[in-house]
T-cell receptor, first 115, second 116 residues
């Protein structure tokens, strides 16, 4: 069965520092991969998705992620953190060949940005 | 604003009761998904409907049921509620929802259910 692991339930960075949120997937076939962001008391918003075109995917708000098949990873990065980036981030997968494109989510990483 | 609407935003009820959560998908989207977000279980897929028909089931309890109507809005019915059903329930929609398609799922703001 597909699964996704997010290392680090809490990550704290200083404003202007690099943001790195880790995501590893478990699948025999590279799945579709997504990063969503959830601001307090809001729904989830798509940051970016990997569908097998380019391995480096650029998303909204300056975020990007690189698909590395050899490492089964899809880590999310942003060169310079802003206070408004404080939120919870979820990595998710969906199966390419399954019966449904339901999303399987990781446990989330809460990002804090210190002034 | 994702274009997905959910009502009500908050729901407080007692154990043993039944509630109905409503979701209206984005205009043009045929697929609706329901997810549950709780502290102990995280974000879990419950069920998916595509153009009125059930497409996939996840970890949905037998006490829970859903349907999608001809106008494509969906309702999630939760009955014989227990304390552990307290959670945030999200609805999402996508254009096709077909297997093997990397549709973007657009999420509504959620309904927060509190069972006392």
């Amino acid at each position: 069965a597909q699964s996704v692991t997010q290392l680090g339930s809490h990550v704290s960075v200083s404003e202007g520092a690099l943001v790195l949120l880790r995501c590893n997937y478990s699948s025999s076939v590279p799945p579709y991969l997504f990063w969503y962001v959830q601001y307090p008391n809001q729904g989830l918003q798509l940051l970016l998705k990997y569908t097998s075109a380019a391995t480096l995917v650029k998303g909204i708000n300056g975020f990007e992620a690189e698909f590395k098949k050899s490492e089964t990873s899809f880590h999310l990065t942003k060169p310079s953190a802003h206070m408004s980036d404080a939120a919870e981030y979820f990595c998710a997968v969906s199966d390419r060949g399954g019966a449904t494109n339901k999303l399987i989510f990781g446990t989330g990483t809460l990002l804090a940005v210190q002034p | 604003d994702s274009g997905v609407t959910q009502t009500p935003k908050h729901l407080i009820t007692a154990t043993g009761q039944r509630v109905t959560l409503r979701c209206s998908p984005r205009s043009g989207d045929l697929s609706v998904y329901w997810y549950q977000q709780s502290l102990d279980q995280g974000l879990q897929f419950l069920i998916q409907y595509y153009n009125g028909e059930e497409r996939a089931k996840g970890n949905i309890l037998e006490r829970f049921s859903a349907q999608q109507f001809p106008d494509l809005h969906s309702e999630l019915n939760l009955s014989s509620l227990e304390l552990g059903d307290s959670a945030l329930y999200f609805c999402a929609s996508s254009v096709s929802g077909l297997a093997g398609v990397a549709d973007t799922q657009y999420f509504g703001p959620g309904t927060r259910l509190t069972v006392l």
